[in-house]
Each structure stands twice: as C-alpha cells, then as structure tokens.
C-alpha cells in the first residue's frame, strides 16, 4: 500500500511535470499542439485536455471537486482554449497539491466506492490503488504529450523523479 508521503510527493512530481509539459508546449504554435499525431487522444492538445479531464474526475471521487459535464469521448475538447487550458492545470495541480497534505493512512487503507461512467456501474476499490491509478494515468498520457511535443521540435526538461523535486518536497526519512 501507498503511504500519505507517497501521494505527496507525485502530487508535487505532478505539478513539476506539467509545468515542464506546458512549458514545452507553449514554445509551439497552435497548429502544432492541435494536429492529430494519432495519439490515444489525437494531439497534443487533446491529450493535455484529457488529462486536466482525468485529474477533475478522479477529485470529483477524492475530494468533492465538481464532476465534468462529459464523459471519456468528450474529454480531449473538454478545455478547447489553450490559455485558459494552462490556467486550468496550474490550478488543478496547486488543488491536488493542497488535498495530498490532507490525505491520511487510514483514508489510503479504506474502501471507496464510486459510480464509473466508463463501466457503467457502481465499483468498490480500495482508496490506495485508485489514488496510484490517477498518478499512474498522469505519467502514462504525459508520456505521450513528451513525445508529440518532442516530435513537433520542442524540448521538455529532465523528466527523472529523483533529480527534479526540490528538497522539500521530499519526505525525510
């Protein structure tokens, strides 16, 4: 099982990361960040938009955050600006940042039941995997936004977990 240090420090990992992803992305025009590479969600932009989609539904389970009004299909055109896109993710990941300093063992350990739109039924998980399966889809679909920014010409930073969170953020053993 995760501990609350865990969830900590990929929520900070998180945040580090998009900022690195949306820095990279800024660089391109528009064009670039909208044409469908084929990715699981066509472009860069969609892709970036699934997954400020992704983070809002999990924290709709999590946290009480509001529930976006599409499912799945819609989630790559849920944020079609891309300013507004960027404010979106900064203050999504300062709000996930916020939760993970509430976040306790006994919260990780417990069940949590929620109704999957994706399933179509109501599903009962342990809090813990859910929570890493919402890192997890992050580092996979940011994945794939590093190499579309990466083959339309942009360069995102150094990506190794170990070397990029500022000490603080680290938990001490």
Known sequence: MISPEWVRVMAAYNAEMNRRIYGAADTLDDAARRTDHGAFHGSLHGTLSHLLWGD????????????????????????????????????????????????????????????SGAMGRELTMPSWLLVTHMFNHQT???????????????????????FILPKEAMPHP
């Open 56 to 115: 809002a539904i999990w924290m709709s389970r999590f946290d009480g955050w509001e529930k976006p009004a599409v499912g799945i299909p819609g989630s790559p055109n849920w944020e079609p600006d891309w300013t507004r896109l960027k404010t979106r993710r900064i203050e999504q990941d300062a709000r996930i940042c916020e939760w993970a300093a509430r976040v306790s063992a006994d919260w990780l350990a417990a069940p949590h039941t929620w109704f």
């Open 140 to 162: 996979h679909h940011r994945g794939q936004a590093h190499a579309l920014c990466t083959r339309a010409g942009a360069k995102v930073a150094d990506t190794d977990l170990p």
